[in-house]
């Protein structure tokens, strides 16, 4: 059974960074895309940033040139680097792997960007 973990969520004012990292129970040389979500309040789940086994990105429009997703594999771990965060940033965010057409989730981690 694959378990992610996230963390680095917090409170952190607008103009501010927050690193996110979440951790695989396995190696992540199996998952083939690994991908961050968001969900604000009230609204639906979407996408913010995916990364491939290769290592290819592909970011939402409104992240793009502030976020950046990356994987460390010696340690099973997926990033994702926050700056210039916004208020509407504010969501919790969750970690999906995709192993062939098998999804896995994280419990999610919150992020408040205060004005």
């Known amino acids: 059974q694959v378990q992610l973990v996230e963390s680095g969520g917090g409170l952190v004012q607008a103009g501010g960074s927050l690193r996110l990292s979440c951790a695989a129970s396995?190696?992540?040389?199996?998952?083939?895309?690994m991908t961050w979500y968001r969900q604000a309040p009230g609204k639906e789940r979407e996408l913010v940033a995916t990364i491939t086994s290769g290592g290819s990105t592909n970011y939402a429009d409104s992240v793009k040139g502030r976020f950046t997703i990356s994987r460390d594999n010696t340690k099973n771990t997926v990033y994702l680097q926050m700056n210039s965060l916004k208020p509407e940033d504010t969501a919790v965010y969750y970690c999906?792997?995709?192993?062939?057409?098998?999804?896995?989730w994280g419990q999610g981690t919150q992020v408040t960007v205060s004005s």
């Open positions: 396995g190696s992540i040389y199996s998952f083939n895309h």
């Open positions: 999906k792997a995709l192993k062939g057409t098998q999804p896995y």
